[in-house]
């Protein structure tokens, strides 16, 4: 072999038999990718993740691209399907659904993003009777604060949806509304979790 024929790069079938040699940063980006997928494993162990999880969470994120590209259909038909998906979630947390619904009066479907609220707001009884804590069923005064809380997002919600509908009146129905459950909230809130001594505000009534 000549001194040339030294410095030729070497051909297919002889580079295979040549050891692979990797940089210091393909080893490292190789270790983290492996220390991660055990991360991810380990995790949806630990909260019983699984491919539907996943399934939402993308669902969720093409919702997000749609809605700022201006396909708000396509938008809503994703967060649709993540509502089917995600039943379980959203009758535990119906504060949680809500994002379906902006997105429905976003598209100029104003009517079905009030019915969608609407139906959120009817099953707030039945997550409260379900509500849970570490396990097992809430106390009344954890399950109290829940209800509040619920209600005085949900109506803020809806205020917001019917405000941006032009219909002002009920606007300010459910602004007064959701305003009295948050005031109600938070006056559960340091009674039983601060134990201050304060007037809670009575249950208020419901828009019929």
């Known amino acids: 072999m000549g001194l ?7 051909s297919t079938e002889s580079s295979r038999s040549l050891p692979q040699v990797f940089s210091r940063d393909e080893v490292v980006r190789d270790q983290q990718k492996q220390i991660a997928g055990a991360s991810r494993a380990a995790i949806d162990t630990l909260f019983g993740r699984d491919e539907t999880f996943y399934e939402i969470a993308e669902l969720n994120r093409r919702a997000t691209a749609c809605g700022d590209a201006g396909k708000l259909d396509e938008a809503v038909a994703c967060l649709q399907r993540v509502s089917e998906l995600d039943k379980a979630f959203v009758q535990s947390n119906p504060s949680n659904g809500v994002r379906l619904a902006l997105y429905l009066q976003k598209a100029g479907r104003g009517n079905e993003a009030i019915e969608e609220m609407e139906r959120l707001i009817a099953t707030v009884p039945a997550a409260v009777d379900a509500c849970m804590s570490n396990g097992k069923p809430s106390p009344a005064s954890d399950k109290e604060r829940f209800e509040a ?7 803020d ?18 602004r007064q509304l959701a305003q009295r459950w948050s005031d109600r909230a938070g006056a559960l809130y340091q009674r039983q979790v601060m134990k201050a001594t304060v007037d809670v505000p009575a249950r208020p009534g419901f828009r019929k």
């Open 4 to 10: 040339f024929d030294f410095f030729k790069k070497p």
């Open 149 to 155: 809380n619920q209600y005085a997002a949900l109506y």
């Open 157 to 174: 919600k809806l205020r917001l949806i019917m405000q941006r509908e032009k219909r002002k009146s009920e606007a300010d129905e459910y």
